[in-house]
């Protein structure tokens, strides 16, 4: 048993072999003087104990206290101290690579929020549909993403440039600059908008959760061509089986549908379908009894939490901060960005005021 266990695991975690010329072709997008000599030397400089004294006070102070009032937290980086090296490698990491990032990308970067990719998807579809443009959006599923990159890989996009998300942001930047990928384009001559239109919107990205944007079916064959050379480089892995298409326009689209099934995308989405696709968690509705099918689900979670914490014999006070931190704050990131009509708010209103009376 034991032997098979540890045969199992080594076939599991030995790296596979992956094509150097293909990284070196991959990272050709990435400037290699993306940092300054000051920032560089920066980042290269010794921690001094400020630096990791400050990383140190980042501990909460009110953490799971013990019998001698010391939170867990701070306990726990004094046994593991190697944590405090990374958070102090984070606080030098964060200013100075920021502003190198991909534009498109906005996970685990202060400053920006995730709902503002759902919001910008929704625009998208709302321009597209009421122009009635043709194109679609693609969520691409990733098998154990961080899992399988290589770290031969991880090594040279270092080497190349210090980038925060190193895995990912080669192969945004390649599509971004490749101009034989078109992406989603907003032209002046449909609405009132400036003379000059705005560079064209090819992708949206949290960490490695990316929504493409495919106006033209050459568009999805330069795509399937640049996830081929970031599998190569990265040993990362695309699931095409569980990768959702969407039409902008929320009409059907017999090509873009028969394309995206030849390479075994079959999960299709517009106004024919029950329920909306959903991106990071936001609804990407074609027409409104999918985004009012998205909306009952919440309330249903919500009559769903609310009737565990009424069998909890709370006070009217702690039924009210349970209801404002645990129940809401599970659903208010994605009200924020989603129309919701005048009705949900009243039915939602009326839940929590009659779970606050019992």
């Known amino acids: ?11 599991l975690y030995t790296a596979e072999p992956i094509d150097l010329q293909a990284i070196d072709q991959l990272l050709t997008s990435v400037p290699s003087n993306l940092l300054s000599p000051a920032t560089q030397t920066l980042l ?14 980042r501990a909460p102070q009110n953490s799971s206290p013990g019998s001698d009032g010391l939170p867990y937290s701070i306990l726990y980086l004094l046994f593991n101290h190697p944590l405090i090296a990374s958070l102090a490698v984070n606080s030098c990491l964060i200013p100075a690579v920021q502003p190198v990032i991909s534009p498109i990308q906005t996970g685990f970067l202060p400053g920006k ?13 709302d321009y597209a ?11 691409i599923d990733q098998q154990k993403a961080y899992d399988l990159v290589h770290p031969t890989y991880l090594c040279l996009v270092l080497l190349h440039v210090v980038l925060f998300n190193l895995a990912f942001d080669p192969l945004l930047r390649t599509i971004l600059n490749d101009s034989q990928f078109h992406g989603f384009s907003i032209s002046p001559s449909l609405g009132s908008f400036p003379t000059i239109a705005p560079r064209p919107i ?15 079916l050459n568009d999805f064959n330069w795509l399937q061509e640049f996830l081929s050379l970031y599998s190569q480089t990265s040993n990362a892995m695309v699931n095409y089986h569980k990768t959702e298409a969407i039409s902008l326009s929320g009409v059907s689209q017999p090509e873009w549908q028969a394309l995206l099934q030849s390479a075994g995308i079959t999960a299709w989405h517009d106004y024919h379908s029950l329920s909306a696709i959903r991106y990071l968690r936001y609804p990407l509705a074609s027409t409104n009894p999918q985004l009012n099918a998205f909306l009952d689900g919440l309330l249903v979670k919500l009559q769903t939490a609310c009737d565990i ?20 704050s599970k659903i208010w990131h994605v009200l924020r960005v989603t129309p ?19």
């Open 202 to 216: 090819k992708a949206l990205a949290y960490a490695n959760d990316a929504l493409f944007f495919l106006t033209h």
């Open 129 to 139: 549909r009421h122009h009635r443009l043709l194109g679609v959006g693609l969520i």
């Open 309 to 328: 914490h009424i069998q909890r014999g709370l006070s009217i006070q702690g039924r009210a901060t349970v209801i404002n931190t645990l129940i809401m």
């Open 44 to 57: 290269l400089s010794s921690f001094t104990l400020d630096q990791i004294t400050n990383s140190a006070k």
């Open 340 to 358: 919701d009509p005048k009705h949900f708010h009243q039915r939602g209103l009326g839940l929590l005021d009659s779970s606050l009376q019992q």
């Open 1 to 11: 048993m034991t032997e098979a266990a540890q045969q199992y695991y080594q076939f």
């Open 113 to 125: 929020f995730i709902g503002n990719n759902g919001l910008t998807a929704q625009l998208i579809m």
